[in-house]
């Protein structure tokens, strides 16, 4: 199974199993890392399951689509590699994955 | 306030789909009711939150999107002729000698009611605050979430924050009123309509509006009096010298005063019997998202379930005495005629 890393803001490392065709944030959501609210359950409709991408992996998420960047205006500290975890998919290429969650999700 | 309460049988407080459903389950049973939220429509989240996107999990419609679910309760509640007062909050609640509930919104609007019913989802929709340490300071003063006087910001230097129709809107509103408005959004691309957008560019490309790309990290000012807003943007940290910020990035759920009215909460919920949906309070109901018991699921579905037993326990405290006969809406002649069927 690929394994997702979640990094909060102290540097706390959290490395979880994902499953295939899961999104990033019911991987969090259901190992229980915290930083990740998905307050919508995953309607792309709340931004706060806002993460960072690890610079070595932003090329393999791609990039955000325009319903989600629309979401993104309603996040708090917006950088280039940021997503909703929502909206993305785990795949066995996303294997080993290394998302940061923001110092708060508004 | 010296205005005379407005006595209805039942309050719903929260029009999103399971208040809009309890209308009616209430009234199957002859009760009337009164409906507040916050919102200036009806809906609640599948309104705010997602009215085009796609519910799969109805009994009996496959797919069906937050407003055409919101639509579709509406219609059915109709012959209940429900009343609604939007763009306010219950702020309290009070139990009087007769046994009513007294509940007043913060617009001072009161209600007497005998059953109260809380409906209110993951609490009620209120403005996102910039995450800037101290803001609270200048709210109210010089930053704002909603604009009640236009002329109070005449000659006044605005900054308005975000990206959707009221950011845009609020742009051209004051732009002609304010001596000088600053829109700043975090990246080009607008949600809000594209003609609103095309105008904002134009008078943006005119110098009549400053359009900046950013995002506010600090304020800087005393006394609650705004001098400038610190940002942060593509090409590093800068100023923008104002008297008042306005954001507009959007709103977010918070339980609000629901917490103070003294009744039993766990985690955040409204704890109630899971037979009548009562809360720890005679005679106050809670359904829906805001609720728990054991096994509790957030789904419509189970809001759906909640607001029909909430209102068979609410007829007996309504109709004190009076025998509730159990009647199915297929073949009662007495439900035809309330709904006009008959």
Redesign the interface.
């Known amino acids: 199974m690929p394994k997702v890393t979640y990094i909060d803001q102290d540097g706390a490392r959290r490395e979880v199993e994902a499953q295939v065709g899961e999104t990033v944030m019911e991987a969090a959501v259901r190992n229980q890392v915290p930083g990740i609210e998905a307050d919508c359950g995953g309607a792309c409709a709340c931004a706060t399951c806002h993460v960072y991408v690890h610079a070595d992996w932003t090329k393999v998420t791609g990039n955000a689509s325009e319903m989600e960047e629309d979401m993104l205006d309603f996040a708090y500290d917006v950088r280039e590699n940021s997503r909703l975890s929502c909206q993305l998919r785990v795949s066995e290429e996303l294997d080993g994955l290394v998302v940061t969650t923001p110092e708060r999700q508004f | 306030m010296a205005e005379t309460p407005v006595e209805t049988d039942a309050l719903i407080i929260g029009a999103g789909p399971i208040g809009l459903f309890a209308v009616f389950e209430l009234g199957l049973v002859d009760i009337r009711a009164h409906v507040v939220d916050i919102l200036d429509r009806p809906g609640g989240?599948c309104a705010e939150?997602?009215p085009e996107?796609p519910i799969y999990d109805i009994p009996a419609l496959p797919v069906v999107s937050g407003q055409e679910l919101t639509d579709r309760l509406i219609e059915q509640s109709k012959p209940f002729a429900p009343q609604f007062h939007f763009g306010q909050i219950i702020e309290t609640l009070t139990r009087c000698q007769d046994g009513r509930w007294l509940t007043v919104s913060d617009l001072g609007t009161r209600f007497l009611a005998r059953v109260v019913v809380i409906a209110a989802g993951?609490g009620s929709f209120q403005p996102?605050r910039p995450?800037v340490p101290g803001i609270e300071a200048f709210e109210g003063r010089s930053v704002f979430y909603s604009i009640r006087r236009m002329d109070s910001f005449a000659g006044r230097r605005v900054l308005i924050v975000?990206?959707?129709d009221s950011a845009l809107d609020w742009t051209l509103a004051l732009q002609p009123v304010a001596e000088k408005v600053t829109l700043m959004?975090?990246?080009e691309?607008f949600?809000g309509a594209p003609g609103t957008v095309a105008r904002v560019m134009e008078l943006a490309g005119q110098g009549k509006v400053d359009f900046r790309l950013g995002?506010v990290t600090g304020l800087h000012g005393h006394d609650g009096q705004l001098e400038a807003v610190a940002a942060r943007g593509a090409d590093g940290e800068f100023d923008i010298a104002c008297d008042v910020l306005l954001p507009f990035?959007?709103l977010?759920?918070k339980l609000g005063p629901v917490i103070d009215w003294g009744l039993e909460l766990e985690d955040g919920h409204i704890v109630v019997d899971v037979a009548t949906f009562e809360t720890s309070l005679p005679g106050i109901f809670a359904i829906g998202d805001i609720n728990t018991y054991p096994g509790k699921l957030k789904l419509i579905l189970s809001g759906f379930h909640e607001a029909a037993l909430m209102a068979h326990h609410a007829h007996g405290i309504v109709f004190p005495g009076e025998r509730l006969v159990f009647q199915y809406t297929t073949s009662s002649s007495s439900i035809h005629k309330k709904l006009g069927v008959a």
């Open positions: 989240q939150l997602y996107k993951g996102k995450p975000g990206g959707g959004h975090r990246r691309q949600r995002q990035l959007g977010t759920m």
